[in-house]
T-cell receptor, first 113, second 114 residues
């Protein structure tokens, strides 16, 4: 079975600094997709970034980027120039080719002014 | 375009009562997912429909839980009878039913069973 592990239950970062959230996953498949979702206090789940496993290039969305290491089954999220609005719970998710999703347990990010 | 719609947003009920949660997926999406979120267990997939057919219900906790999708624009999650341990936030999500498409989540229903 696929599992997604987020080993950091809580992280904090100073405003304007950079923080990296870790995620590892377990799979025997070669074709899959990875996502980071953000859940602010409003509890609405919002897509942050997506990575296709067949692409070697790391995905980037403005201040958000990933470090995708397929052989190591690692998918970390880097937030640059952290802002107060980045404070939220962040979930890593794995999507298999059959469209089933598996989520990690989340990392709570605090941004310190 | 409207997002995933869930109702009610909040539900408070007494133990033993029947609870029905409702979801309207985004138009054109043919896959629908029900999740439960708690502090202890995180985000758990309960059931996954594709083209209105349940594909994976292995996450449904027990017989007290049932889910239906009578058509492409509506799904229900029913708990009968409800128990205090069912208290959680229940999310509905939808996508286009193929890999590479992200899920779009509804705002969730916060259920409290007293």
């Amino acid at each position: 079975a696929q599992t997604v592990t987020q080993s950091q239950p809580e992280m904090s970062v100073q405003e304007a600094e950079t923080v990296t959230l870790s995620c590892t996953y377990d799979t025997s498949e070669s074709d899959y997709y990875l996502f980071w979702y953000k859940q602010p206090p409003s509890r609405q789940m919002i897509l942050v970034i997506r990575q296709e496993a067949y692409k070697q290039q790391n995905a980037t969305e403005n201040r958000f980027s990933v470090n995708f290491q397929k052989a190591a089954k690692s998918f970390s999220l880097k937030i640059s120039d952290s802002q107060l609005g980045d404070a939220a719970m962040y979930f890593c998710a794995y999507q298999k080719a059959g469209n089933q999703f598996y989520f990690g347990t989340g990392t709570s990010l605090t941004v310190i002014p | 375009d409207a997002g995933v719609i869930q109702s009610p947003r909040h539900e408070v009920t007494e133990m033993g009562q029947e609870v029905t949660l409702r979801c309207k997926p985004i138009s054109g999406h043919n896959s629908l997912f029900w999740y439960r979120q708690t502090m202890m267990r995180g985000l758990e997939l309960l059931i996954y429909f594709n083209n209105n057919v349940p594909i994976d219900d292995s996450g449904m906790p027990e017989d007290r839980f049932s889910a239906k999708m009578p058509n492409a624009s509506f799904s229900t999650l029913k708990i009968q009878p409800s128990e205090p341990r069912d208290s959680a936030v229940y999310f509905c999500a939808s996508n286009k039913g193929q890999a590479a498409y992200e899920q779009y989540f509804g705002p969730g229903t916060r259920l409290t069973v007293t």
